[in-house]
């Protein structure tokens, strides 16, 4: 197992290129503020961006609290990554965490001043200081689970005095940190509802699909998630429960990888069945 780290002071763009330097470096493990993530996923620690105060999120950042590093040891040794980037604020640290954790000496280290610009990292810093903002480096459907209460407009809606209702998704999940970005891409619901509609027109058993809806889950101004439902006629001859619990299945999982938006539920509405004139012979 290798690793590699990438050093900057805090708030210069550092968890923002997390990906793009593990993809260059082929690191298939990432720790960061206190966490080890592979593959999009949190597999094991806490974030420090959790912890009440600045000096117990230090701590928490280089595995010094009771049971935090064993933790973080043994997902390592069961996930057994190729090799891992560990990202912190100086040499210093990474080194303390790669000694802490057990992990082979650092072989490179990356700093954040070699892969940005000098106005690229000012505006990171800028962004940081006015809202005090955080991205960790996973979707926002895996943040979810770990950072309930946290979350900050990973799914929020643009309200407008016109008809047409739109939201904005983060590029990357952020949160605040208790304590104390980047563009946004705009999903329509056609898009949503174009991913339902290929779907569907890839089951033989549906004959036809119409009245596709897209209804959104709001707590306050912040969307927090998909209700979807739609019509159908099946082809006779089928178990209709099976068929219509595995294309649920089939659109909230893909809906959901796509978008990286909650889907509450899915109401698949049977309205007729198609019966061939063959059968009937």
Do not use: W
């Not at 006015?130 to 895996?142: A, L, Q, S, Y």
């Not at 309930?148 to 952020?174: A, W």
């Not at 707590?219 to 595995?246: A, F, M, W």
């Not at 990286?260 to 061939?276: Q, R, T």
């Amino acid at each position: 197992m290798d690793v590699i780290a990438l050093v900057g002071p805090s708030g210069t763009g550092k968890s923002h290129r997390a990906l793009q330097v593990a993809q260059e470096h082929k690191a298939d493990a990432i720790i960061d503020d206190g966490i080890l993530i592979k593959d999009g996923h949190i597999i094991a620690g806490e974030s420090a961006k959790t912890e009440k105060s600045k000096i117990m999120a230090v701590r928490r950042a280089i595995f010094v609290l009771p049971g935090h590093a064993e933790a973080v040891r043994e997902a390592i040794r069961k996930i057994q990554p190729h090799r891992i980037l560990v990202i912190g604020t100086s040499e210093n640290m990474v080194h303390k965490i790669a000694k802490t954790l057990k992990l082979p000496s650092i072989q490179l280290i990356i700093r954040i001043e070699d892969i940005a610009t000098r106005a690229e990292i000012e505006l990171a810093q800028f962004y940081r200081l006015k809202e005090g903002k955080h991205i960790i480096p996973v979707p926002t459907i895996e943040l979810k689970p770990h950072f309930s209460g946290y979350l900050i407009d990973p799914l929020q809606s643009l309200f407008k005095r016109s008809r047409v209702r739109r939201r904005k998704l983060g590029e990357k999940s952020i949160v605040r940190p208790v304590f104390s970005y980047y563009g946004k891409l705009i999903i329509d619901d056609t898009v949503i509802r174009a991913i339902v509609e290929r779907i569907i027109k890839a089951r033989e058993f549906i004959k036809k699909a119409k009245n596709i809806t897209i209804e959104h889950v709001f707590k306050g101004e912040e969307d927090r998630g998909l209700k979807i439902s739609c019509e159908v006629i099946l082809s006779y001859g089928n178990h209709i429960p099976t068929l219509v619990q595995q294309t649920q299945a089939t659109i909230r999982e893909a809906v959901e990888y796509t978008t990286g938006m909650i889907v509450h539920s899915i109401n698949i509405i049977v309205k007729a069945l198609y019966v061939d004139s063959q059968l009937l012979r």
